[in-house]
């Protein structure tokens, strides 16, 4: 039975497992070449430190030109409000591959021609003289800032020690670096260096001087295991930047790397995992009864199908494995069908794309939710919102193409998924999935909170033309495609209006609110933010970019236990230093 409203449950502690044979051989060949560059133990001296930053740097550096990672860029232009601060004018997007065997290259997931490609490569374009010193605006401007310089050395650099800082549990030697005199485009700014193996885990500053073409940017990496911190997330802002002789501009961006982990590691991973269950008795004939009828002949063909996308997804990086987050989002869905009495066959499941742009789709009886939507939802109803949609399409029996029953529809390379899966439905199938969802809603959980949930669709609204490529989907329908085709508008008649000077109403979170991503694994997981009570209007930044400020921890440590999805709370994650 229902038991009212969901209470999010707090997870079990859990660490990530360094036995994967994948990871184990990739650590074992890093962790040689560090015992044959590096003195074993604590550095005596500043200077020692330097050396040993110096050589994790060069190894972190050699050990990379194997992995082809995914680097995701989201850019808002802002303009200023006297009462908001920074508002959004508009944005771009890339989603690519980087291949660091021939030093920073890139090649885009989005199609040539698509919706993302006609607003975004023209403009950008035009733009990249102004921002940055290299000829294409996305690969060679964000992506190149996983690494300070590869002449990162004594010849070129002077180090001033600064102080030991905790960030989150690990404590770092802080390290003032400028380049000198005469060596023009390199590093300047700050490096924290764990205390431990000495790897750098963050760096921010600028390469050159700003208005000629460089950037400020704040670097981060994360942990995957022994001695081995991977490029993870970069900020970049500008509040002044002068675009042309008269033009200033506001920038803002999130750079995400993730999908380290090769296919083949991915597979000898999972050979060696294998366990085989031999049943007891086992028969040669077949039994007629357990034979499918035609009906239940036809569910396992779309399932096929379902598995055989959800599979080829997830194997080129752009749907996470199964996780804690993706329980988070499944007790949600079965409060909305115990609610409704919804029993289908088989089972719905709930899967997380670790994308920036917001978007859900069904994909057969599997629902799809970018990380990007979960983290500016501002509450668990409209979660549920987002998932009754879904649902509603899975209850009307709006089935995906079972063409991909056939495994070779889906031999192609991860770079093609993007235009080889296309998954959208009819404004038609919207509309009816629309009114279904609102009938699961007003008999669920959260039929109190229907004009909450209106709220954030009316934030969705009013965001929409300065936004577009936030709104525009990677794989099925916008959840906005003009005003008039706004998902759920009908709950708007019932929401209040919009108050963008009240620091209580609080109709959609800003971008990485909620979900953090694991860069080895693709594994995904709640992040420990504190719910902050706002100060000014300009603190409720929906939709908009904000600085990444990750709680760095060790894996192969105990994990603490993973935190709830708030619940109708604002939240602000910040750095814990002593």
Not at 550 to 556: A, G, I, S, V, Y
Request: glycine fraction near 6%; charge should be negative.
């Amino acid at each position: 039975m229902p038991k009212g409203k969901l209470q999010m449950p707090h997870f079990a502690s859990r660490a990530i497992a360094l036995t994967v044979p994948a990871l184990a051989a990739f650590l074992t060949i890093a962790s040689a070449q560090a015992q044959k560059d590096a003195p074993s133990g604590p550095a005596q001296t500043f200077e020692q430190v330097v050396d040993r930053t110096i050589r994790s740097e060069r190894r972190l550096m050699t050990t990379m030109q194997s992995r082809k990672p995914i680097v995701e860029t989201y850019i808002e232009e802002l303009t200023t409000d006297d009462e908001l601060g920074a508002v959004p004018s508009r944005d771009f997007y890339f989603l690519g591959k980087v291949d660091m065997q021939h030093g920073v290259d890139t090649a885009s997931f989005i199609p040539a021609g698509s919706g993302f490609g006609s607003g975004l490569r023209k403009p950008l374009h035009m733009l990249a003289s102004h921002l940055l010193p290299w000829n294409e605006f996305f690969p060679r401007g964000f992506a190149s800032r996983m690494f300070i310089d590869e002449e990162f050395d004594r010849q070129h650099y002077h180090f001033d020690y600064v102080r030991r800082e905790f960030l989150g549990d690990v404590r770092c030697i802080v390290i003032d670096v400028q380049p000198f005199k005469g060596e023009r485009k390199r590093f300047k700014g700050r490096v924290w260096v764990e205390d431990r193996d000495y790897n750098v885990v963050r760096f921010n500053g600028s390469y050159g001087e700003i208005g000629q073409g460089f950037l400020h940017f704040d670097s981060w990496r994360m942990n995957a295991g022994p001695n081995l911190w991977l490029p993870a997330a970069i900020y970049t802002e500008e509040n002044n930047y002068t675009l042309g002789p008269k033009k200033k501009m506001i920038l803002r961006a999130q750079t995400r790397l993730w999908d380290y982990e090769t296919q083949k590691e991915q597979v000898d991973a999972t050979f060696t995992s294998l366990e085989v269950n031999v049943p007891q008795g086992v028969k040669d004939e077949s039994n007629a009864a357990e034979e499918p009828s035609p009906v239940e002949a036809q569910r396992l063909w779309q399932r096929q199908a379902e598995d055989n996308v959800i599979d080829r997804l997830q194997n080129a990086g752009l749907i996470s494995p199964p996780g804690d987050v993706d329980s988070v989002l499944t007790t949600v869905l079965n409060n909305l069908e115990i609610t409704n009495k919804i029993d289908v066959e088989p089972a719905i499941r709930v899967r997380i794309m670790p994308t920036t742009p917001l978007e859900s789709i069904s994909i057969g009886h599997t629902i799809v939710i970018s990380r990007g939507l979960i983290d500016v939802l501002p509450d668990e109803a409209c979660l549920g919102a987002v998932l009754a949609h879904e649902l509603a399409h899975i209850v009307l029996g709006q089935t995906s193409n079972t063409s991909f029953a056939f495994a070779d529809r889906l031999l192609f390379e991860d770079t093609e998924a993007l235009k080889n899966v296309a998954l959208g439905r009819t404004r038609q199938e919207e509309a009816s999935a629309d009114e279904k969802a609102v009938a699961i809603l007003r008999n669920s959980p959260y039929k109190e909170n229907l004009a909450r949930i209106g709220l954030f669709v009316r934030m969705l609204s009013e965001r929409e033309d300065a936004l577009p490529h936030l709104i525009r989907p990677l794989l099925g329908n916008a959840v906005a495609d003009g005003h008039e085709h706004l998902r759920l508008a009908a709950l708007m008649d019932i929401a209040p209006e919009l108050q963008m000077r009240n620091t209580t109403q609080i109709a959609a979170l800003p971008l990485g609110s909620r979900v953090q991503l694991d860069p080895w694994s693709n594994q995904l997981r709640l992040t420990k933010a504190r719910n902050v009570p706002l100060l000014t209007a300009r603190e409720k930044m929906p939709f908009e970019l904000t600085p990444f400020m990750l709680h760095l921890r060790r894996e192969e440590t105990p994990d603490n236990p993973r935190p709830a999805l708030p619940n109708a709370e604002h939240t602000v994650a910040a750095s814990e230093k002593p």
